[in-house]
C-alpha cells in the first residue's frame, strides 16, 4: 500500500559547510525574491509530509521558523550528508522519511506523492533525471534505511553514492525532473534562480 503524507516525514538537509558559497549557511541565502533558500524548500516540501524536520549544525535557531524541529549531526566532524540522515532517521516516528537538500527551490510539489507510488515494498525510492541519480532527494523507509546508514557511517564510508548502491533503491525515471531538482550550489546560481515560468 502507499504510504500516505501522514506516514512521511520530510527532512531537509542544511548541514553541510557552504564551501561553495564561500562559507555561508546555505539554507539561509536568500533568493532573488527575498525567500531563504530553506524557506522555499519547505513551502514546497510541508504539504507533502506530515512533520518536518531539518538538519542543520549552525544558526540551528534560524532554521526554527521552517520546520517541526531542527537536528544536529550525532557524529563528530559532520561527515557529510549521511549525518544528517541518520539524524532525521533517528528523529522521525513515521515508517517513511522524505529527503531533500537545502539548496534545490523549485522540488516538485508531488515528489512525495510520485516516490510513494513507487516504493513498494522497496527500501528507498529515488529520482534519476535522465541523466544521473538524485540520491538526495529520496524516500526512505526508515526501518530498512537506518541500519545501512549507521554502518556506513560506522566504517567512515559516508560516501553518498555509496549508500545509494548499497540501498535496495527503486528509481523513478522521469528526465523533466532534472530543472527541478537542480541544486543551487554556488552564489551565481542563486542569484539567476527564478521560481516563475
Known sequence: MQPTPEQITGLILAGGLGRRMGGRDKGLVP????????????????PQVGALLISA???????QHWGDEV????????????????AGLLAATTP???VVPCDAPALPHDLGQ???AAIGGAAAAMPHDGTRLQPLFALLRRDAAL??????????????????GALDAVLVEDARLAPALANLNDLEA?????DGP
Do not use: C
Open 147 to 164: 541500519p545501512l546508514t549507521r554502518r556506513l557511517l560506522d566504517e567512515e564510508r559516508p560516501r553518498v553514492m555509496d549508500w545509494a
Open 31 to 46: 533568493l532573488p525574491d527575498g525567500r531563504l533558500l530553506v524557506e522555499a524548500v519547505s513551502q514546497r516540501l510541508r
Open 96 to 98: 517513511f522519511v522524505l
Open 190 to 194: 542563486v542569484e539567476k534562480f527564478s
Open 114 to 116: 510520485r516516490l510513494a
Open 57 to 63: 549544525n549552525r544558526n540551528r535557531s534560524a532554521y
Open 71 to 86: 537536528l544536529r549531526d550525532l557524529r563528530p566532524d559532520h561527515p557529510g550528508p549521511l549525518a544528517g540522515i541518520e
